[in-house]
């Protein structure tokens, strides 16, 4: 209702955020921890944060996250968090026994200037660190980028804290894809695997944050990439980011410790974008693609040619993450559909947001990305010049329901419904269950809207 109150058309904004288009920085570097093996994330801060970034979590993802807290007092807001950390140190692993703790900053440790590389440092010397295992950190100031940040910095933190060159070359392709589901990471290693190819992959959040229900509650679930995986992932042959602006910094923290040749793709969504992920993933590898994935491919290509009457010439407007919105944007151009806005709340960074939606769309599209890119502005948007489905998260439900305009679910976070972390969106398979889901949308309409004697029993 208060939504109705938004007026239409942009207002002129310097300093000021009207529900954020993005969440905080931690979120991701602690969704990204989960992708190691028998990891407990640490959230350096307050407990109010750490209750923040867990619920987020078990939320969108429907299975209880664990991580740990600093647990900051008015004291360790003063003076620094310091004594709070290495106790919790001694208590984690003592009671929780994880092999690595995987420590991300908070807003306000990092306003003190906490230095974790010190604080970790002075942990091994007074021996709070017992022998085997690991403290890994990222720096994650959430008044800087958005959870997509926080992912690619801990990304980047398993690089810098693990990854080792032997100067023997393992033969295998490390793929480090940007925050997507656990069901996207499981699409993509079934494309490696189906192509024959070795590879490395991490952070892998598959099994982790979508394991199976078995009647057995494990504190650290059976997926995750091993740490030896990753100490191993600078020997690969070549690195692949998968989604610049979340894995792009990992990858080259690969090629400048390790040497290893680095490459970046789109994460592979829609065809456009698998296809030249899986023509990468040949190229390097020196493999042909199988018939089975051809056929995948084939399937793909044979509904979207059968129902384009459905996605042709209808508008779009997407709300989201670069990584996920580049690819989204060229599927809609492959589906015949107008793209009207694009928007997102993470800075794009080096990430060329703008440039590569115009060479697709032209002038006629609107893009915005930045802090200051908000919901407010989205609706804004999409008011002034209604789209016939918006793309996005959860938060646009509001001005859906308001403005009558389908919803397709996509990103990060999803509250109200269930399955992205089992259903995948990457790769031809998942391009398949984004495209029927589109379709649906689209046909459910045709028969809510249509006159008693326009509906069609085959459509
Ligand atoms: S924005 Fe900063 S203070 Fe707020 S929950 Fe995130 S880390 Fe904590």
Do not use: W
């Given at each position: 209702?208060?939504?109705?109150?938004?007026?239409?058309?942009?207002?002129?904004?310097?300093?000021?955020?009207?529900?954020?288009a993005?969440?905080?920085?931690?979120?991701?570097?602690?969704y990204?921890?989960?992708?190691?093996?028998?990891?407990?994330?640490h959230?350096?801060?307050s407990?109010?944060?750490?209750?923040?970034?867990?619920?987020?979590?078990?939320?969108?993802y429907?299975?209880?996250?664990?991580?740990?807290?600093?647990s900051?007092?008015?004291?360790?807001s003063?003076?620094g968090?310091?004594?709070?950390?290495?106790?919790?140190?001694?208590?984690?692993?003592?009671?929780y026994?994880p092999?690595i703790?995987?420590?991300?900053?908070?807003?306000?440790?990092?306003v003190?200037?906490?230095?974790?590389?010190q604080?970790?440092?002075?942990?091994a010397e007074?021996k709070?660190?017992?022998?085997?295992?690991?403290?890994?950190?990222?720096?994650t100031?959430s008044?800087?980028?958005?959870?997509?940040?926080?992912?690619?910095?801990?990304?980047a933190a398993?690089?810098?804290?693990?990854?080792?060159n032997?100067?023997?070359?393992?033969?295998k392709?490390?793929?480090?894809?940007?925050f997507?589901?656990p069901?996207?990471?499981?699409?993509?290693?079934?494309?490696?695997?189906?192509?024959?190819?070795?590879?490395?992959m991490?952070p892998?959040?598959?099994?982790?944050?979508?394991g199976?229900?078995?009647?057995?509650?494990?504190m650290?679930?059976?997926g995750?990439?091993?740490?030896?995986?990753?100490?191993?992932s600078?020997?690969?042959?070549?690195?692949?980011?998968?989604?610049?602006f979340?894995?792009?910094?990992?990858?080259?923290?690969l090629?400048?410790?390790?040497?290893?040749?680095?490459?970046?793709v789109?994460?592979?969504?829609?065809?456009?974008?698998?296809d030249?992920?899986?023509?990468?993933?040949?190229?390097?590898?020196?493999?042909?693609?199988?018939?089975s994935?051809?056929?995948?491919?084939?399937?793909?290509?044979?509904?979207?040619?059968?129902?384009?009457?459905?996605?042709?010439?209808k508008k779009?407007?997407?709300?989201g993450?670069?990584?996920?919105?580049?690819?989204?944007?060229?599927?809609c151009?492959?589906a015949?559909m107008?793209?009207l806005?694009?928007?997102?709340?993470?800075?794009?960074?080096?990430?060329?947001?703008?440039?590569?939606?115009?060479?697709?769309?032209?002038?006629?599209?609107?893009v915005?990305?930045?802090?200051?890119?908000?919901?407010?502005?989205?609706?804004?948007?999409?008011?002034?010049?209604?789209?016939?489905?918006?793309?996005?998260n959860?938060y646009?439900?509001?001005?859906?329901?308001?403005?009558d305009?389908?919803l397709?679910?996509?990103g990060?976070?999803?509250?109200?419904?269930?399955?992205?972390?089992?259903?995948?969106?990457?790769?031809?398979r998942?391009g398949?269950?984004?495209?029927?889901?589109?379709?649906?949308?689209f046909?459910?309409?045709?028969?809510r809207?249509?006159?008693?004697?326009n509906v069609?029993?085959?459509?």
């Amino acid at each position: 209702m208060l939504l109705r109150h938004t007026p239409t058309g942009l207002s002129e904004r310097k300093a000021l955020t009207i529900n954020p288009a993005k969440t905080c920085q931690p979120i991701g570097a602690m969704y990204a921890a989960l992708g190691l093996r028998n990891c407990m994330p640490h959230s350096h801060g307050s407990q109010g944060c750490c209750a923040y970034h867990r619920s987020s979590l078990t939320r969108h993802y429907n299975d209880p996250i664990m991580s740990t807290t600093s647990s900051f007092s008015e004291g360790s807001s003063v003076f620094g968090g310091q004594a709070n950390i290495l106790e919790s140190f001694t208590n984690i692993f003592s009671l929780y026994n994880p092999d690595i703790i995987a420590v991300n900053t908070t807003c306000l440790s990092e306003v003190i200037g906490d230095d974790l590389v010190q604080i970790i440092k002075k942990a091994a010397e007074d021996k709070k660190i017992p022998e085997g295992k690991t403290v890994i950190h990222a720096n994650t100031p959430s008044f800087k980028g958005s959870h997509v940040t926080g992912y690619a910095n801990m990304a980047a933190a398993m690089v810098k804290y693990f990854a080792k060159n032997t100067g023997k070359c393992n033969g295998k392709i490390t793929l480090i894809p940007s925050f997507i589901e656990p069901s996207d990471m499981s699409e993509m290693k079934h494309i490696a695997s189906e192509m024959g190819i070795k590879y490395i992959m991490y952070p892998d959040t598959s099994g982790v944050v979508n394991g199976p229900m078995d009647g057995h509650f494990r504190m650290y679930p059976k997926g995750g990439c091993p740490k030896e995986s990753v100490v191993a992932s600078g020997d690969s042959k070549a690195a692949i980011a998968i989604g610049r602006f979340g894995a792009m910094s990992a990858t080259r923290l690969l090629d400048t410790q390790c040497k290893v040749p680095v490459h970046a793709v789109d994460l592979p969504i829609g065809i456009t974008a698998t296809d030249i992920f899986v023509d990468m993933l040949r190229k390097i590898a020196g493999v042909s693609v199988p018939e089975s994935i051809r056929l995948e491919r084939g399937q793909l290509v044979d509904v979207l040619c059968d129902m384009c009457q459905y996605t042709y010439g209808k508008k779009v407007s997407l709300l989201g993450d670069p990584d996920i919105l580049l690819p989204m944007v060229q599927f809609c151009k492959d589906a015949g559909m107008e793209v009207l806005h694009v928007l997102t709340g993470t800075p794009p960074g080096k990430v060329k947001l703008e440039e590569r939606i115009r060479e697709l769309y032209g002038d006629k599209v609107i893009v915005k990305a930045g802090l200051l890119c908000d919901m407010f502005m989205f609706q804004q948007l999409v008011q002034e010049n209604k789209p016939d489905l918006i793309m996005g998260n959860t938060y646009c439900k509001y001005m859906c329901r308001d403005l009558d305009i389908p919803l397709l679910r996509i990103g990060f976070p999803i509250y109200d419904r269930i399955g992205q972390s089992y259903v995948p969106m990457v790769g031809y398979r998942g391009g398949m269950h984004l495209l029927l889901k589109i379709l649906n949308i689209f046909m459910d309409r045709q028969d809510r809207d249509a006159e008693e004697e326009n509906v069609e029993l085959i459509m």
